[in-house]
């Protein structure tokens, strides 16, 4: 997982009126300390567009690297999701894949280094489009924080919110959060089938079985994505599906 981080003060700076009551101190936004609001609306605005075009070029560049490798395979990352800080900037995480240890053991781990490309160029491009500092460490640890744990800890506050960060509440509530929050990639909807339209026909088929809806009528390709889903769905939810 890497994150994306909004500019510093010294593009946005901190609104001193906001947290003069707690005299000397260091600015932090969970504590209560807020980045003047026109300027930080100002940036929150271009944000979605300028990391749009940064993940473009980064991608572009990671991909150009492989092929001088002779490595005719392009990457992408998997997952994004803003979240909108206390401070009041936007910034974004991104979830990549790392490949496996038997790929690193054989030489074979494509994933990984794109990965490491792909993240060198966002930590080198970030300050040309306006954003702060991305950390590329996650990148080269010994043993990567695992897909399981890397989604725990996005899902966690999306919910009700991760220790100091904003719930998912106040994010989407938000006039300065892009339409789109989170952004999965069809590589992997393609093998779990979950998507939100996916999740609709799920509910629509629990309201049918409690009798408060008509009976869809799907193809069978489209009943049994719904199945996939409902398979990993809470077992008294899914029992109550066809």
């Known amino acids: 997982m890497l994150t994306l981080t909004p500019a510093g003060a010294d593009v946005l700076p901190w609104d001193l009126d906001a947290c003069a009551h707690r005299g000397p101190h260091k600015h932090d936004g969970p504590s209560g300390c807020r980045i003047i609001a026109e300027m930080a609306r100002a940036w929150n605005e271009t944000a979605p567009e300028r990391a749009r075009v940064l993940n473009r070029v980064a991608k572009r560049r990671a991909d150009l690297q492989l092929r001088r490798r002779g490595i005719d395979q392009r990457g992408g990352k998997l997952v994004h999701a803003w979240e909108h800080q206390k401070r009041g900037a936007l910034h974004q995480h991104f979830l990549v894949g790392m490949g496996t240890a038997e790929q690193d053991a054989w030489g074979t781990n494509v994933d990984g280094l794109w990965a490491r490309l792909y993240g060198e160029a966002l930590h080198e491009l970030a300050p040309k489009y306006g954003f702060g500092f991305v950390d590329t460490k996650p990148l080269y640890v010994e ?7 890397a989604a725990a800890y996005l899902s966690g506050y999306f919910i009700v ?6 719930a998912i509440t106040e994010t989407v509530r938000s006039r300065d959060v892009p339409a789109l929050v989170v952004y999965v990639s069809p590589k992997l909807t393609r093998q779990t089938f979950c998507t939100m339209r996916n999740l609709r026909r799920s509910r629509r088929l629990f309201m049918w079985r409690c009798g408060v809806a008509v009976q869809p009528t799907w193809s069978e390709a489209e009943l049994l994505e719904v199945r996939v889903v409902l398979d990993r769905l809470p077992t008294a939810v899914a029992a109550r599906a066809p």
């Open 143 to 149: 043993a990567p924080k695992p897909a399981r744990e």
């Open 161 to 166: 919110g991760r220790g100091k960060k904003a």
